[in-house]
């Protein structure tokens, strides 16, 4: 396994369509997802993830309006997610991620996204747990090689 960056935030929404909310710390189940996410259940995008790297390409401004809003389940700061490929196996924390899922077609005219939102679709990752634990703020990320 290779060290690919740390966790710097968990997030969750109760809700679909609302943003997520910073919690600090998550059960990731396998077969379902971050529990408590409404995002969560049997299907190929049980949780999102973005790297602070993948944002680099935004503005100041656009930066400071991503400080406000969370469009993910879990940030890192490290390597970007986007570079690797389906079938991809992370470990963080206890639990064990693969990647199913390489950005997201767009729903809606793209004008309508915030801006970090607009990241998650062209760089972020979905990943399906399998393998259960705990995830928080300050745990390793790792890469199986």
Known sequence: MRK???????????RRDTKKEP????????GYGLQGD???GDWHRQVS????????QLSNEERKAC??????????????????????????????LEITQVGQ?????????APREVIM???GIFAVVRESGW?????PVYVED
């Open 49 to 56: 993830l973005l790297s602070v790297k993948d944002m680099e």
């Open 67 to 96: 400080k406000a809003t969370y469009s993910e389940n879990i940030t890192i700061e490290g390597e970007g997610f986007h570079e690797f490929l389906n079938g991809t196996v992370f470990k963080m924390g206890e639990a064990h």
């Open 38 to 40: 409404a995002h969560g």
């Open 105 to 113: 077609p767009f729903e809606r005219d793209i004008d309508t996204y």
């Open 121 to 123: 679709h062209a760089e």
């Open 4 to 14: 690919i960056g740390t966790v710097i935030s968990v997030n969750s929404s109760a």
């Open 135 to 139: 995830v928080q703020v300050g745990d």
């Open 23 to 30: 919690v600090g710390r998550g059960y990731l189940e396998h």
